[in-house]
């Protein structure tokens, strides 16, 4: 099955299997291992990118379903050597400690600011995150990035 | 992962044909539970076909006292509608983010999951299911476990809510899942108080000894002491029926608090 997907502002077009999912062709089919596979039962959220802007969980999106899509993963938010204010805050504010789940973080996170109203509590960071776990239960520093990041994006 | 054949519909004509031809086929949405399924064997089709591509089936429009929401609207955009507050709360309450960013209220109605949010709102506000073959009485769409009135094949096209007078949704939802342990949806409308609850059964229901009790007096109180027949509810590691039970009256009485408010 050929599969038409922009992915950080590349076009590629990929000859996958019918039941690929959209996290094996990130990481095996484009090598973005950036976009790591927790759970794969689509409850961890280590696998979340963007996909046509909105926060998805990548194992749990079939290739054929995101055919013509416009894809970003966590390799796609700096700009060269200039890092997404979120990934400067998770840096600032140490929101990372086996890193494992920090890119699915960064992602949904990015999401959850840029789609709110208004600024977030953290009690609504909290919630807005709540598909994505940190098995090291950093959670604490993590709602400190997000609230730090959303005054400088 | 299973194995299948993925078949993308770009016309309704031809996503009847891809599924008329297969002897075992399903069709996809947003795939928020059917992808976890074949991950887990629970469903195992030959083909998959995916209705993603077919236009007009996400629009969401108002008129005349009717908010239409078509079947591949997705839940984040059901919860930035705000025709009726309680229908967007609903709709924001399901599953996460990314579960909001993807599965649509389509999908959800066609699967029937016991604890699935929409048809608690589906019975409470008393909508109407249009298919491309029929329309289908909400009243008359949930037949039982994981089984609709849809015949197979059948695809919904869109969903009809009437604007209630007003209306509320309280869950008591499973900490990890999101899902309701036990949902009600208590509105008033044009043709009377309508009282759907979710999670506690073999599918949703309406819970007509709380519409009579709430129609001659809109407060929690009118609900103490009616007994709830939990007999038949669901029992798991979650919950037992007997909790059910007890938790439909106090989301009850939580949904009336909030529209009463």
Known sequence: ?153 | MYTFNFRRASNLEEAQQLHQSSSDAVYVSGGMTLIPSLKLRLASPDDVVDLSRIDGLSAISSADGVLSVGAMARHCDVAATTDIPALAALANRIGDAQVRNRGTIGGSLANNDPAADYPAAVLGLGATIHTNRRTIAGDDFFVDLFETALDDGEIIMRVDFPTPKRAAYAKFANQASKYAVVGVMVAETDSGVRVGVTGAGACAFRLTSFEDALSTNMSASALAGIDVDSSDFNSDLHASAAYRGSLVTVMAKQAVEQLTA
Request: glycine share 10%; proline share 2%; charged share 20%.
């Open chain 1, 1 to 153: 099955m050929k599969v038409d997907l922009t992915v950080n502002g590349s076009q590629h077009t990929v000859d996958v299997a019918d039941n690929a999912l959209l996290s094996d062709v990130l990481r095996e089919t484009l090598g973005l291992t950036g976009t790591h596979v927790g759970c794969d039962t689509s409850q961890c959220g280590a696998c979340t990118v963007h996909l046509d802007g909105r926060s998805v969980k990548a194992c749990t999106v079939l290739a054929g379903q995101a055919d013509g899509g416009d894809v970003t993963t966590i390799e796609g938010i700096a700009n060269g050597d200039d890092l997404h204010p979120m990934q400067v805050a998770f840096r600032a504010n140490h929101a990372l400690q086996c890193g494992f789940c920090t890119p699915g973080m960064i992602m949904s996170a990015i999401d959850l600011v840029q789609t709110a109203d208004s600024p977030l509590s953290a009690e609504e960071v909290r919630e807005g995150l709540e598909g994505n776990f940190c098995r090291c239960t950093g959670y604490h520093n993590i709602v400190k990035a997000v609230l730090d990041a959303q005054a400088n994006m």
